[in-house]
T-cell receptor, first 115, second 114 residues
């Protein structure tokens, strides 16, 4: 158990809909990262938050957005869903290190299926 | 444009023997490398990491070697056990402006045969 929790574990929805994925980081970790894993793909970085502020963006679509709340939990919002958005979505958290060499700890993921 | 490559999609090893998983990278700015193990329906689990200032790091049965000049790292598992059967991901990062997202390879599926 990494200490990172994600809900829900599974989500089935229809095209055009909007969903919200939730992540609670490990106690004390200020950074939260979101990754997407599609079929036959490695994990693709989507977005990073640090202590409530957006820090870095990766391959995140404009239809997707995220935020980190004062209690440090984070939500990933996916809207106007398409079939191709079906994937595993992982959240990770890491402690702060001045040298940037932070180990990220992953949650169990949310499996999204868009029908 | 894959910055981190794991060229072997799968590897089979007999129980008790050594497993060697390889990873190549193209970005010379990477200064921190990690290996994760992933079982089906679970999130990646951190195994071991290495800083670019080192060329070897050991933790029990797991050893990671880094060859910066070749931009290559490898994970050695000795002895291999059936419970090691999983997908192994290599990841890399570099520190800029306080951001350290990981860049992952596509993974190597290890099967340890009893």
């Amino acid at each position: 158990d990494s200490g990172v929790t994600q809900t829900p574990k599974h989500l089935i929805t229809a095209t055009g809909q909007r969903v919200t994925l939730r992540c609670s980081p490990r106690s004390g970790d200020l950074s939260v990262y979101w990754y997407q894993q599609s079929l036959d793909q490695g994990l693709q970085f989507l977005i990073q938050y640090y202590n409530g502020e957006e820090r870095a963006k990766g391959n995140i679509l404009e239809r997707f957005s995220a935020q980190q709340f004062p209690d440090l939990h984070s939500e990933l919002n996916l809207s106007s869903l398409e079939l191709g958005d079906s994937a595993l979505y992982f959240c990770a958290s890491s402690p702060f290190r001045r040298d940037g060499q932070e180990t990220q700890y992953f949650g169990p993921g949310t499996r999204l299926l868009v029908l | 444009d894959q910055q981190v490559k794991q060229n072997s999609p799968s590897l089979s090893v007999q129980e008790g023997r050594i497993s060697i998983l390889n990873c190549d990278y193209t970005n010379s700015m990477f200064d921190y490398f990690l290996w994760y193990k992933k079982y089906p329906a679970e999130g990646p689990t951190f195994l071991i990491s290495i800083s670019s200032i080192k060329d070897k790091n050991e933790d029990g049965r797991f050893t990671v070697f880094l060859n910066k000049s070749a931009k290559h790292l490898s994970l050695h598992i000795v002895p291999s056990q059936p419970g090691d059967s999983a997908v192994y991901f290599c990841a890399a990062s570099f520190f800029y402006s306080g951001n350290t997202p990981l860049v992952f390879g596509k993974g190597t599926r290890l099967s340890v045969i009893a």
